[in-house]
T-cell receptor, first 113, second 116 residues
Framework: AQSVSQHNHHVILSEAASLELGCNYSYGGTVNLFWYVQYPGQHLQLLLKYFSGDPLVKGIKGFEAEFIKSKFSFNLRKPSVQWSDTAEYFCAVILNRDDKIIFGKGTRLHILP | NAGVTQTPKFRVLKTGQSMTLLCAQDMNHEYMYWYRQDPGMGLRLIHYSVGEGTTAKGEVPDGYNVSRLKKQNFLLGLESAAPSQTSVYFC???????????????FGQGTRLTVV
């Protein structure tokens, strides 16, 4: 069963546009949530993470995400994207009942200069 | 401090050949993972380990075996390679979730494997 889903498979935006990538998970217990980025030809790097506390999480490069427990969501946002944000973005979750990391299928983001 | 190191970075195999991919981490992480990445499929978990001497199956374990004889190393084996195993393989490691050292997973640079 799919525990984490990303709604958008491919997103195309112009520079300076605002970005929101959706991520939902299906588990009612405690979760740890992550967004990773993979630039072309590279490995995955952490953008931001949520373990507990303030549900609005700030990450690197101007990214942020909000954990909304009632909606089982952890959407990634950036107010103004840059061409260098072209990459694939993965949402991931650790369900503390299992303790292993589960990834969504990824969203490929293409920013037009 | 190298983090997570995968060897080799590239490999071409003929159908039926065997090979072992090595993952080494120097962060004293308990958990280690092997994923494969294919276009449009995201990252799929092959096998993982929650500690030295333990392994468990992930989402797509068929055709692969693993071993975790030392805490810092996690080996992925292909006994008889098939073209369907052409992929990019990533290793990752982490501390257990919810523990005192709770943190994210760290990834290796990947191994691009082609089976012809």
């Amino acid at each position: 069963a799919q525990s984490v889903s990303q709604h958008n498979h491919h997103v195309i935006l112009s520079e300076a546009a605002s970005l929101e990538l959706g991520c939902n998970y299906s588990y009612g217990g405690t979760v740890n949530l992550f967004w990773y980025v993979q630039y072309p030809g590279q490995h995955l790097q952490l953008l931001l993470k949520y373990f507990s506390g303030d549900p609005l999480v700030k990450g690197i490069k101007g990214f942020e995400a909000e954990f909304i427990k009632s909606k089982f969501s952890f959407n990634l946002r950036k107010p103004s994207v840059q061409w260098s944000d072209t990459a694939e973005y993965f949402c991931a979750v650790i369900l503390n009942r299992d303790d292993k990391i589960i990834f969504g299928k990824g969203t490929r983001l293409h920013i037009l200069p | 401090n190298a983090g997570v190191t995968q060897t080799p970075k590239f490999r071409v195999l003929k159908t039926g050949q065997s090979m072992t991919l090595l993952c080494a981490q120097d962060m004293n992480h308990e958990y280690m993972y092997w994923y494969r990445q294919d276009p449009g499929m995201g990252l799929r978990l092959i096998h993982y380990s929650v500690g030295e001497g333990t392994t468990a199956k992930g989402e797509v374990p068929d055709g692969y075996n693993v071993s975790r004889l030392k805490k810092q190393n996690f080996l992925l084996g292909l006994e008889s390679a098939a073209p369907s195993q052409t992929s990019v393989y990533f290793c990752a490691s982490s501390y257990p979730a919810g523990g005192p050292m709770n943190t994210e997973a760290f990834f290796g640079q990947g191994t691009r494997l082609t089976v012809v």
